[in-house]
């Protein structure tokens, strides 16, 4: 029987087919709002949804299935999904206990505060971002070990193994992978010694299959041998082999001594309703948290939805976050973080002292604030919430899409890049147009800041939302607006995660939008209290689930990219 079951998980998760079980009792859906009885996925492909619901219905728990749906997102999404970068992950337990579990990557001992800058002190174009020196110590294997350990239920290789099969035997690609593969072809030649699995003799096209029989062998050693399968062995020598070819520093000493850490989240509450968010190294539940409560007095409902008021409000709130982002956090095992001082009311209404309902500030004014008692792009997301209602919002990251652009030879895995994410000289901006001073500077194992803001919302102590997004600097801004277009707004998940969207990061000083976010007059409005307002490509790729009364469970995947909810 087992052996049938699995044959039909199998047939599920290639063919993309819906099932129904004992009676009509468990029916599996996917699509856009879908509304499940018991578990629901949301993630960046259609696969690693479904091998998350399959893990469900195989008995696992929500952070067996987040296990399985981060290793399937590093075969059939390797623009993002990874087994060589790092992340954050949220859990929530059905008993409201909540814990992060930190798995970002760490710069290599052998990293120098200056290793980017030439003799003249300029910063070397291209070293931090398209290079072997770019890669940090990949922390996601460790992570996703360490997860499963304290809160896995499923064995730990058939949580894996479904990633195994799809790497081994193969996923059709969408028309938009087609395309990104199409566009990185000449990088992916150019930055590898051997034609790695996402190059083939013609351009890629919807529904070509996509086999890495490399990767497959690296996870198949995960499943065999758990940390040693990555950090330590094989794999850690192919690694090892591809640092040295291209001048990488990573060492087999940074593999060894690579661990993940469990963190107390942020938390705080916004008119009636509990946040719970990612402390540092990460700065978006700082910037999440500081937004929602310095436009916390102030009526947005009342003024309405995308009004030029209520979008002044809150990029004038993004202003002043984005502004202590760039003085204060950093990785906390190196530096003192005036957290508490940072999301305290006082400290923030003071911060929004200087508001002006009709005009514009000027960010060349507005400086990082003066805590009390202060001595010193590409990322995918996905959601999970069982059928007992423990939850996992959990955002992971090789930087910019495919990282640096180079495969491990023989392991099948993309470096990631993000020593990019570090301050790698003060003032001067990251790829995300983000700029950091001594707080974030370049340490050996020292963590890079980043923006990733996975979060859960309650509702009288019941879960409400699970949430995230990719999108580098954009991050905690999309996650604060589709918090606002639900709690203040009163839209449904699938509605406030599609809604238009806009930001703000202080540096550099313009309202960034999304084609058709912004009506003309409050274009109109916006322009003459002195904003620049700039129209770009789309803003984040949210994925999120909403529990409805009843407990219900309603999937929210961003019509942006590949997303899709899958449940039962």
């Known amino acids: ?159 894996i193994q479904p990633a195994i099969d799809l790497a081994e035997n193969g996923f059709p690609v969408t028309g938009r992978q087609a395309s990104e593969l199409n566009s990185n072809r000449k990088t992916f030649i150019d930055r590898n010694s051997f034609r790695p699995a996402f190059v083939k003799d013609s351009l890629w096209k919807e529904g070509d299959i996509l086999i890495q029989a490399a990767l497959a062998e690296t996870l198949k050693r995960i499943r065999d041998y758990g940390r040693d399968g990555f950090y330590s062995g094989k794999t850690a020598r192919l690694l090892i082999k591809e640092m040295k070819r291209g001048n990488g520093i990573v060492s087999e000493q940074d593999l060894k001594e690579y661990r993940s850490v469990s963190r107390v989240p942020l938390t705080a509450e916004y008119k009636g309703y509990k946040i719970i968010t990612v402390p540092p190294p990460s700065s978006g539940g700082i910037i999440l948290i500081q937004l929602l409560m310095m436009i916390d007095p102030y009526p947005l409902r009342e003024w309405g939805f995308h009004s030029s008021r209520e979008i002044h409000l809150m990029v004038e709130a993004e202003r002043r976050a984005f502004a202590d982002r760039s003085e204060y956090p950093g990785d906390p095992d190196f530096v003192k973080i005036p957290v508490d001082q940072l999301l305290s009311r006082k400290y923030l209404l003071n911060r929004m002292s200087t508001f002006d309902e009709k005009r514009a500030s000027s960010s060349q004014k507005i400086n990082p604030g003066s805590p009390e008692g202060y001595s010193s792009e590409e990322t995918t997301h996905y959601s999970v919430v069982d059928a007992k209602g423990n939850a996992v919002a959990a955002t992971t990251t090789l930087n910019n899409i495919f990282g640096n652009s180079i495969v491990a030879d023989s392991a099948g895995f993309l470096l990631n890049n993000q020593m990019d994410d570090f301050s790698i000289k003060p003032g001067f901006p990251n790829m995300y147009g983000l700029v950091g001073g001594e707080a974030n500077s370049v340490q050996p194992g020292k963590r890079m800041l980043s923006s990733m803001t996975p979060s859960i919302v309650e509702k009288e102590g019941k879960l409400l939302l699970v949430l995230g997004s990719p999108g580098g600097s954009t991050i905690p801004t999309t996650v604060f607006q589709v918090i606002v277009n639900v709690l203040d707004f009163g839209m449904n998940i699938q509605g406030a995660v599609d809604a238009g969207r806009f930001h703000h990061q202080w540096l550099p000083d313009w309202i960034s939008y999304e084609k058709n976010a912004l009506d003309s007059l409050s274009f109109r409005k916006l322009s003459d209290m002195g904003h620049i307002v700039k129209e770009r490509a789309s803003i984040g790729s949210v994925n999120a689930i909403m529990i409805l009364p009843g407990g219900k469970k309603v999937g929210g995947p961003d019509k942006r990219g590949n997303n899709s909810s899958c449940g039962y």
């Open 1 to 159: 029987m087992n052996k049938i079951i699995s044959i039909v998980f199998g047939l599920m998760i290639l063919t993309g087919c819906s099932i129904k079980s004992g009676k009509n009792k468990n029916k599996f859906i996917e699509g856009q709002d879908i509304t499940a009885d018991s578990g629901i996925v949301v993630s960046a492909h259609p696969q690693s949804s479904r091998i998350g619901v399959t893990i469900l219905l195989k008995g696992g728990n929500a952070v067996d299935a987040a296990v399985a749906t981060e290793f399937a997102l590093a075969v059939c999404y390797p623009e993002a999904g990874n087994i060589g970068g790092g992340g954050f992950m949220l859990i929530r337990t059905s008993d409201g206990k909540t814990d992060v579990i930190d798995y970002r990557e760490k710069a290599p001992k052998d990293a120098k505060r200056d290793m980017y800058l030439d003799k003249s002190g300029n910063v070397s174009e291209g070293l931090s971002t398209d290079t072997h020196l770019a890669s940090g110590v990949p922390g996601t294997v460790d992570g996703m070990l360490y997860a499963h350990s304290k809160y896995g239920k499923l064995p730990f290789k058939e949580v």
